[in-house]
């Protein structure tokens, strides 16, 4: 009979033998292939963590004892132990998310997927179980390798030390890799651990040894391999990593060897101070097709055949091939631009330009501020830094671009992969606040290009500023068609449509431009003329926009991100400083933290479809009695409902 359908929580897998939950992991890995297949989703690091997870639930009691994944894309597995075995909708409107979910279960506790915040949240909530009289309870955080490359991690670990009476047990997934193979020092230090000839000989021998005595050798081994005082830390000194932090060290341990984690992971439950677990995993574990892809090892796909692991649809050129594809030939012209990125080497297009120019790249690991003001400096220094990183993680380096980038008007481009909505990863994961947030910064260029010609040009232009900061921003997905231009003013922005009346201007940013070609369209079908254009730098607002606005009537701005400070929001106040009284609708996202969903689905409930837009845009026109041609040579009201403003 299988094991998987009879746990419904953790408490089920107490009653279990260690060769029934070595058999639960086989049947783990089995579902996930499966299922996984079907969805996409996060594969290979779930594969990796199948039988940490199960020694975690079966030592620790979730949710008395908070569990903390960073980043949660590896909680697919602790999902499955608790209770949530239906994976048919994951990542689906409806279905499970792809990371921790509050609402989902109470055994999940922190939503955000943000990486290198995980210790902090430990520190947090294990002092106030400290201070509140439940010190009696564990605080376990799971964090990736590549979340110690985060200076936030160092900045918890640091206070952590500070206070060593709770029980609080960190257990570093090492695997080599964070999204890919992980960079740095750090790195390194753990890749030489992970493969020493000393380290693995003497721990098959010193194991062979000690299980052979029996209970007590068992017991000796535990401790002579969790203390790093004894055996084998003359040969790793791992604790070198801590001993200036005073956390107590356990391991390295095989993290695929269930007895050796269930018995270090008692001895970190039963230390009652600080402890860091140290468990060696191979990412995609147990799935050849994933060992066998050298790039991410499956980090995350879409939908898959189980067997070979070939995708099942191809997909099309995506705006990151495109972008890619530019910066090399950028980099063929002009020798000062160089490259960096966050951990995300591959994942933002910049592998091609690594491969062309190995010396013009730089990786600095999941360290998005340090990149930022990196960036200031090889800018000072005379060359021209591409930053190329996913819109939803610009957020952590804000206070950079301003202090460090814009301040010292360093000319650093910023380009933003996945911006606006995302879809099936959820709200930490949806780009929508970088307009709002960067258009603040003083003297700071944002490009949203609506297609691939435009996502060209904007580079090409971006990287001949050298005084102050640029951003170019564009989604997730494959890449608009090419939506030409009847007409480039000179300041840049191009006309895509002109009415036959000036009733209505549409200001669609990056591909909603084509979004406004709808809208327009519809409109024209009801006898109201609309100009479409496409500022494609959006920030700082062109004349041409302004004096467009001041000879229409009424003016819709479209863009992929919150309505709450957005382009819009700066349209209208530019037009107000100008004199201009002509209204301005701004459409966008709301500013609230938004579910999982396809993109299509998200956008259909912020209102943000043609129809809706031009039966909003009918019902404004008729409510101000301005009179609209139905055909040429007459006027009249158009009978539609009114629809509730925004």
Same mark, same amino acid.
């Given at each position: 009979?299988? @094991?998987?359908?009879?746990? #419904?929580?953790?408490?089920? &897998?107490?009653?279990?033998?260690?060769?029934?939950?070595? /058999? &639960?992991?086989? =049947?783990?890995? =089995? %579902?996930?292939?499966?299922?996984?297949?079907?969805?996409?989703?996060?594969? !290979?690091?779930?594969?990796? +963590? +199948? =039988?940490?997870?199960?020694?975690?639930?079966? +030592?620790?009691?979730?949710?008395?004892?908070?569990?903390?994944?960073?980043?949660? *894309?590896? #909680?697919?597995?602790?999902k499955l132990l608790t209770g949530r075995q239906d994976f048919s909708g994951l990542r689906v409107r409806g279905g499970l998310a792809g990371y921790p979910q509050r609402s989902e279960s109470p055994h999940d506790v922190v939503e955000s997927s943000h990486a290198s915040s995980s210790l902090s949240w430990a520190d947090g909530i294990s002092r106030a179980l400290t201070a509140t009289g439940r010190a009696d309870r564990h605080v376990v955080a799971v964090v990736g390798d590549g979340a110690l490359t985060g200076g936030m991690t160092w900045e918890a670990l640091n206070n952590i030390s500070d206070d060593n009476d709770r029980n609080l047990v960190i257990v570093v997934n090492d695997n080599g890799r964070s999204y890919a193979p992980t960079i740095g020092g750090m790195s390194r230090y753990l890749n030489r651990v992970r493969t020493a000839a000393a380290y693995k000989d003497l721990h098959r021998k010193s194991d062979r040894l000690f299980r052979a005595l029996g209970?007590?050798?068992?017991? +000796?081994?535990?401790?002579v391999r969790g203390g790093t005082h004894g055996f084998l830390s003359r040969f790793t000194n791992n604790e070198a990593l801590y001993s200036n932090l005073d956390i107590k060290y356990l391991g390295p341990v095989?993290? *695929?060897?269930?007895?050796?984690?269930?018995?270090?992971? /008692?001895?970190?439950?039963?230390?009652?101070?600080?402890?860091?677990? *140290?468990? @060696?995993? =191979?990412?995609?574990? !147990?799935?050849?097709?994933?060992?066998?892809?050298?790039?991410?090892?499956? *980090?995350?796909?879409?939908? @898959?055949?189980?067997?070979?692991?070939?995708?099942? #649809?191809?997909?099309?050129? !995506?705006?990151?091939?495109?972008?890619? /594809?530019?910066?090399?030939?950028? !980099?063929?012209?002009?020798?000062?631009?160089?490259?960096?990125?966050?951990?995300?080497?591959?994942?933002?297009?910049?592998?091609? %330009?690594?491969?062309? %120019?190995?010396?013009?790249?730089?990786?600095?690991?999941?360290? /998005?501020?340090?990149?930022?003001?990196?960036?200031a400096g090889l800018a000072f220094g005379g060359l021209h830094p591409v930053v190329a990183l996913y819109a939803t993680f610009m957020n952590r380096a804000f206070d950079q671009v301003l202090m460090d980038v814009a301040l010292h008007r360093a000319g650093v481009t910023f380009v933003l992969d996945r911006a606006g909505v995302t879809g099936p990863d959820g709200p930490s994961h949806h780009g929508m606040w970088d307009l709002a947030m960067l258009q603040i910064v003083p003297h700071i260029r944002i490009a949203a290009p609506r297609d691939g010609t435009r996502l060209a040009e904007a580079l090409d232009e971006a990287v001949l500023i050298d005084d102050a900061p640029t951003v170019i921003r564009f989604p997730k997905g494959e890449v608009a068609h090419d939506l030409p231009a009847i007409e480039r003013l000179d300041d840049g922005v191009d006309v895509l449509a002109r009415g036959e009346t000036e009733d209505v201007l549409i200001v669609g940013i990056g591909p909603f431009a084509a979004l406004g070609m709808e809208v327009a369209r519809r409109l024209r079908a009801q006898g109201i003329g609309a100009t479409v254009i496409d500022p494609r730098w959006a920030i700082p607002v062109q004349p041409s926009v302004v004096e467009l606005a001041a000879h229409h009537r009424l003016v819709i701005t479209l863009e992929d991100g919150i309505r709450v400070g957005g382009i819009g929001t700066r349209v209208r106040q530019v037009l107000r400083e100008a004199g201009i009284d002509t209204a301005v609708d701004e459409l966008g996202l709301p500013d609230e933290f938004i579910d999982h969903a396809s993109r299509d689905q998200v956008l259909a409930d912020a209102g943000l479809t043609a129809s809706k837009i031009a039966q909003d845009v009918v019902a404004q026109v008729l409510g101000t009695r301005i009179p609209v041609a139905r055909n040429a040579g007459e006027t009249g009201a158009i009978d539609l409902p009114l629809h509730e403003r925004r």
């Open positions: 009979m299988p @094991i998987l359908p009879s746990i #419904s929580g953790p408490r089920d &897998l107490d009653g279990l033998s260690t060769d029934q939950l070595t /058999e &639960l992991a086989g =049947e783990i890995r =089995e %579902f996930l292939v499966e299922n996984v297949s079907r969805t996409g989703g996060h594969l !290979g690091p779930n594969l990796g +963590v +199948v =039988e940490l997870t199960i020694a975690l639930h079966r +030592v620790f009691s979730s949710p008395d004892d908070p569990f903390i994944f960073d980043t949660g *894309h590896q #909680s697919y597995v602790h209970p007590v050798g068992r017991a +000796v081994f535990r401790g095989d993290g *695929h060897d269930l007895p050796a984690l269930l018995e270090t992971l /008692e001895l970190a439950k039963s230390y009652g101070a600080p402890v860091i677990v *140290h468990a @060696i995993t =191979e990412k995609g574990r !147990g799935y050849q097709p994933a060992r066998d892809d050298e790039a991410d090892q499956f *980090h995350a796909v879409n939908r @898959i055949d189980p067997t070979t692991g070939e995708p099942l #649809s191809s997909s099309g050129r !995506g705006w990151t091939d495109v972008f890619s /594809e530019a910066l090399v030939a950028v !980099g063929e012209r002009d020798p000062k631009v160089i490259a960096m990125t966050a951990a995300m080497l591959r994942p933002t297009g910049l592998a091609p %330009f690594a491969e062309r %120019f190995p010396d013009r790249v730089y990786d600095v690991g999941i360290a /998005e501020q340090h990149a930022v003001a990196s960036a």
